[in-house]
């Protein structure tokens, strides 16, 4: 039996429970205790409203009283149930109670569902009262279900109970001004199961022009019949007024548009020669550091502690840093201006990638990096700029390196396509999402631009190799 069954006596003591009943609450024999032990342990009727003891069903019964579909609420210290009671007073053969029988119900998947359903409509009315569009839902009876907060104010809420309600509060027209007769109206063009797109419609009311863009779109049941239609407008007015003053100054804003972009055309190139001559300004001091230890390293370098050997190599390595820097930004200048100049020249493109490749294999293997070169033929003699090709190969391999971490590899691959040769550069790491492949080609673009970003760099590298290719 999975309802609970009680037998109380006329001293409120329990006589019998079945397993239901035990299983079910918190303390049993504390719902009829008359000392109420357990004060941790509240009972509610079905407005909320805290039952003391005289109050549940077992009291009542044993004083006489019939219970029937009686909900209470019990909330106990580590779960709340609802139960439909129902019970009856027993008498003896002398008319005087003896005992009660209470049938409890744990009707707490129906109160939960009950209750989520009416949070659901809730939050359902909330939203479409929010919405900024007028949402209208009908049935095959003519009758509107649902019209929202928006829908109630575009008609000055005039309460609409059918479709045939709707048509008759204003004369609605296309956009061109011709009325639209009743039958071809949106309402009547969804009930004849059609999908409205995208129609724009006007209508005056109080004396005022209104435009509305509307769409809609029929429901059916498994059969094919309609059931529901939904009707859905915004209200474009402001919109429309936009457009034709828009249209009444285009001259005017066009010739706006062009001095905005000459102006940011002159913007532009100030900008790029500004870094060009900042660019100028910091390789000077940077080319002074690099001599200086350069002379350093060859006069005295054995005569420095290991301490100073160290932070010679960070200055040293810190400074190249700064002036790749420095001559990628200047080589952006140039490719921006058009002064990049091209230097071809006949030469073993695998002979020269795989001394480009050996340059940074040190570099590599002290990350614990190791770089694999192949190639689908052994020499291949082209007319290529030799010194673009580096740059364009060491941003390539600066770029996976970085994004690679130790005891993994980098893959260069050479080989024929048509009549061009194909470079690819390959790492075994983050990648790069679809949407940002465009992002990491752009000035300063990267995928990742945060502060905690894993790699640090500047965004240049890969633009250069843009302009570059």
């Known amino acids: 039996m999975t309802d609970g069954l009680l037998l109380l006596d006329k001293n409120y003591k329990l006589t019998m429970l079945n397993k239901a009943a035990e299983d079910s609450f918190y303390k049993p024999e504390d719902i009829i205790n008359s000392k109420g032990s357990h004060s941790d342990v509240r009972y509610y009727d079905k407005d909320g409203n805290e039952l003391n003891i005289n109050d549940l069903p077992g009291r009542r019964m044993l004083k006489g009283e019939k219970v029937n579909g009686f909900f209470v609420t019990v909330k106990m210290p580590d779960n709340t149930v609802y139960y439909s009671i129902n019970g009856r007073p027993i008498y003896s053969e002398e008319g005087e109670i003896d005992y009660a029988v209470l049938c409890m119900r744990d009707i707490s998947e129906k109160v939960k569902y009950e209750q989520d359903m009416l949070t659901q409509k809730e939050m359902l009315e909330a939203i479409l009262d929010n919405m900024q569009e007028t949402l209208m839902v009908f049935d095959k009876n003519d009758k509107y279900l649902i019209v929202n907060k928006k829908g109630r104010e575009r008609i000055n ?25 009743i039958e071809y109206r949106p309402v009547h063009s969804i009930k004849a199961g059609e999908t409205i797109k995208e129609i724009i419609l006007t209508y005056k009311l109080d004396g005022e022009q209104h435009y509305s863009n509307i769409g809609g779109t029929p429901i059916f049941d498994k059969d094919n019949n309609f059931m529901y239609g939904i009707i859905s407008g915004r209200d474009i007015t402001d919109f429309i007024h936009n457009q034709q003053a828009l249209q ?15 102006a940011l055309e002159n913007a532009m190139k100030m900008k790029d020669e500004f870094l060009s001559m900042i660019s100028h300004e910091l ?51 140039r490719a921006n201006a058009g002064s990049i100049k091209i230097s071809k020249k006949n030469i073993d493109i695998v002979f020269l990638t795989k001394a480009i490749i050996d340059s940074v294999y040190s570099y590599a293997s002290n990350k614990g990096i190791t770089i694999n070169f192949t190639s689908s033929f052994n020499n291949k003699i082209i007319a290529i700029d030799d010194e673009k090709y580096e740059r364009i190969l060491l941003d390539l391999l600066s770029n996976a390196i970085k994004f690679t971490t130790s005891g993994k ?61």
């Open 157 to 181: 809420n005039v309460t609409l109970n059918t479709i045939d309600d709707s048509s008759k509060f204003a004369e609605t027209c296309y956009i061109n001004g011709n009325i639209i007769p």
């Open 283 to 333: 390789r000077t001091p940077l080319n002074v550091i690099i001599t200086a230890i350069q002379a350093i390293n060859y006069i005295c370098y054995k005569e420095l502690s290991d301490s100073g050997k160290k932070y010679i190599g960070m200055i040293s390595q810190n400074n190249f840093r700064q002036l790749r820097l420095v001559n990628n930004l200047l080589d952006i200048t």
């Open 409 to 469: 590899f980098v893959v260069v691959n050479l080989c024929s396509i048509q009549e061009s040769i194909c470079i690819e550069v390959k790492d075994n790491e983050i990648g790069i999402p679809a949407n940002k492949m465009d992002i990491i080609f752009e000035r300063f673009g990267q995928v990742d631009s945060s502060l905690s970003r894993q790699a640090e760099g500047t965004g240049i590298g890969l633009s250069l190799v843009k302009k570059f290719v």
């Open 248 to 262: 009444e100054s285009q001259e005017k804003l066009f010739k706006a548009e062009q001095e905005k972009r000459e």
